[in-house]
Nanobody, 121 residues
Framework: QVQLVESGGGLVQPGGSLRLSCVVPRNIFSIVTMGWYRQAPGKQRELVAGITSGGSTNYASSVKGRFTISRDNAENTVYLQMRGLKPEDTAVYYC???????????????WGQGTQVTVSS
């Protein structure tokens, strides 16, 4: 089973910044898209930001202008830089990769274990 390794969550005051990282194993055949989702207590998981293999990005309207998604192809890593954090950004953040794991397989979604982000004074 492919394991994505996330890091970077924590407790931060309103207005603060955090950077999340997600390392993708190098033995995956090809990566289609990479992204970050979040799930707050009692709410559905929602897309926060995504980035394609060509570098095109998309963001949830609630984070546009505050969050930046990027990827380092050499390191097989996707980042989420979060600035101007608000209490409503509090959630568990999950890394997502849509990929073809083995050449003969169809695309599938891979998920990280989740990292808690808490924005509170």
């Amino acid at each position: 089973q492919v394991q994505l390794v996330e890091s970077g969550g924590g407790l931060v005051q309103p207005g603060g910044s955090l950077r999340l990282s997600c390392v993708v194993p190098r033995n995956i055949f090809s990566i289609v898209t990479m992204g970050w989702y979040r799930q707050a207590p009692g709410k559905q998981r929602e897309l926060v930001a995504g980035i394609t293999s060509g570098g095109s990005t998309n963001y949830a309207s609630s984070v546009k202008g505050r969050f930046t998604i990027s990827r380092d192809n050499a390191e097989n890593t996707v980042y989420l830089q979060m600035r101007g954090l608000k209490p409503e950004d509090t959630a568990v953040y999950y890394c997502n990769v849509r990929a073809v794991v083995e050449a003969w397989q169809h695309e599938s979604d891979l998920w990280g274990q989740g990292t808690q982000v808490t924005v509170s004074s």
